[in-house]
């Protein structure tokens, strides 16, 4: 009777892990520890020039990127640092050159993310974010 009654508890738990996981899985916002801004908008100007994001670190390697800025707009991103090992090499091709025609399509590191390649994502995003910033503060 107390065995099964430890394992009913544990299932029990067990289950409960699961629809927890899944929920933030599925379902949470992920978040990042970088402020993201919306857009380059009138509320926030970017001083035209160029800045170099600083080199974010992912599960696969890093990823920096350089950002250039004329009248007050995203004209370019330039990719410096991202992984080359393994799939990695396929997944980058086919995923940062859609970052970054969203990024400059959009004026902002706030895109949609490209199935597949979250990691890159995130890199991508927070190293241009961080050259984002760069201009903002510099203007």
């Known amino acids: 009777m107390y065995k099964k009654f430890i394992a009913l508890i544990l299932s ?5 892990a699961i629809i927890v996981d899944g929920y933030l899985l599925f379902f949470k916002k992920q978040t990042t ?14 001083k035209d020039g160029t800045y170099t994001g ?7 390697g890093d990823v920096q990127v350089k950002m250039t800025v004329a009248n007050g707009k995203i004209t370019s991103i330039t990719v410096l640092k991202h992984p080359t090992e393994g799939k ?3 997944i980058n091709a086919e995923a940062l050159p859609i970052y970054k025609k969203e990024a400059i ?5 706030k895109i949609q993310q490209v199935s597949g390649a979250t990691e890159t994502y995130k890199g991508f995003t927070g190293s241009l974010q961080s050259a984002i910033t760069q201009a903002e503060e510099a203007s």
């Open 12 to 16: 029990l738990a067990v289950a409960g």
């Open 33 to 46: 520890n970088t402020k993201v801004s919306t857009s380059a908008s009138a509320n926030s100007t970017m």
């Open 54 to 60: 600083a080199a974010t670190s992912t599960a696969w």
């Open 88 to 90: 990695s090499v396929q």
């Open 105 to 109: 399509a959009a004026q902002s590191a």
